[in-house]
């Protein structure tokens, strides 16, 4: 089982920055895929990027491509997504999410399909003011 906590949500102007971490708990981190999403209010929770098992492929949504970097240190057991050029669009609470995939497929990479993800942290809250 592993147990996912996110970090480093906060308020900051348009075009700040901010770096979001994800601690996971559980001996088997590096055999999972990792995935950010987001859910703002009155919205439905949508995919932002993910990471697979290595760190060596990623995935962003059109809306952050560009701007926003999600990257792994499978030796500290944390995920991170670094997020510059905020929008106030971005305002949302951001969740992370583990994806046992790999652990069925060696080739396995990664998902947007938020069903697939079977572990979900509580959620960290992004606010980015105009």
């Known amino acids: 089982h592993v147990r996912l906590a996110e970090s480093g949500g906060g308020l900051v102007q348009a075009g700040g920055s901010l770096t979001l971490s994800c601690a996971a708990s559980g001996r088997i981190f590096s055999s999972y895929a990792m995935g950010w999403f987001r859910q703002a209010p009155g919205k439905q929770r949508e995919f932002v990027a993910a990471?697979?098992?290595?760190?060596?492929?990623?995935d962003y949504a059109d809306s952050v491509k560009g701007r926003l970097n999600i990257y792994r240190d499978n030796t500290k057991n944390m995920v991170y997504l670094q997020m510059n050029s905020l929008k106030p669009e971005d305002t949302a609470i951001y969740y992370c999410?583990?994806?046992?995939?790999?652990?069925?497929?060696?080739?396995?990479?990664?998902?947007?399909?938020?069903?697939?993800?079977?572990?979900w942290g509580q959620g960290t809250q992004v606010t980015v003011s105009s």
């Open positions: 999410a583990a994806d046992g995939g790999p652990l069925l497929d060696s080739n396995y990479d990664y998902t947007r399909n938020s069903t697939l993800y079977d572990h």
């Open positions: 990471i697979n098992w290595s760190g060596r492929r990623t």
